[in-house]
């Protein structure tokens, strides 16, 4: 296999791999949800007036949606964005301090090159169109 083919691959796998992960914490959310509560910080709930339950209800089921949109290959860049910015304020909660909020910065970045990338060869979703102009 060459390096041509090898590099074509990389956003299929960044973009499957963080597809993965989000869906993971998306579905421990549905199956433990009193687990994820105990972890929304006190702000979130007293700026969204929603109960930290609630607030991961609706998360839940928001990381399930995005990564599913995020592996098949729809809105990928949209969708990559919405994930790094959701997850730079969860990075944010836990602080540079903690191997927790480490972890998630760098999968922040991960997903903002997803953002940058935008769609590759192997998405499902309709193409971006780029438009040129002549000169």
Same mark, same amino acid.
């Given at each position: 296999?060459?390096?041509? !083919?090898?590099?074509?691959?990389?956003?299929?796998? @960044?973009? @499957?791999?963080?597809?993965?992960?989000?869906?993971?914490?998306?579905?421990?959310? #549905?199956?433990?949800?009193?687990?994820?509560?105990?972890? /929304?910080?006190?702000?979130?709930?007293?700026?969204?007036?929603?109960?930290?339950?609630?607030? /991961?209800? #609706?998360?839940?089921?928001?990381?399930?949606?995005?990564?599913?949109?995020?592996?098949?290959?729809?809105?990928?860049?949209?969708?990559?964005?919405?994930?790094?910015?959701?997850? =730079? /304020?969860?990075?944010?909660?836990? *602080?540079?301090?903690?191997?927790? *909020?480490?972890?998630?910065?760098?999968?922040?970045?991960?997903?903002?090159?997803?953002? =940058?990338?935008?769609?590759?060869?192997?998405?499902?979703? !309709? !193409?971006? /169109?780029?438009?040129?102009?002549? !000169?």
């Amino acid at each position: 296999m060459n390096n041509q !083919k090898l590099s074509s691959l990389a956003p299929l796998v @960044l973009r @499957l791999g963080m597809g993965v992960v989000v869906a993971w914490f998306g579905t421990s959310q #549905i199956h433990n949800p009193a687990d994820w509560a105990d972890l /929304v910080p006190g702000w979130a709930s007293d700026l969204s007036g929603l109960s930290g339950l609630l607030i /991961v209800n #609706i998360n839940r089921w928001f990381e399930v949606i995005a990564a599913l949109l995020l592996a098949l290959g729809f809105w990928v860049r949209w969708v990559g964005l919405l994930l790094a910015v959701h997850l =730079f /304020v969860i990075a944010s909660t836990f *602080g540079f301090t903690s191997p927790t *909020g480490i972890r998630d910065y760098g999968l922040s970045f991960a997903l903002l090159s997803i953002f =940058f990338a935008g769609q590759d060869k192997y998405c499902l979703g !309709k !193409k971006e /169109v780029v438009v040129t102009e002549n !000169k």
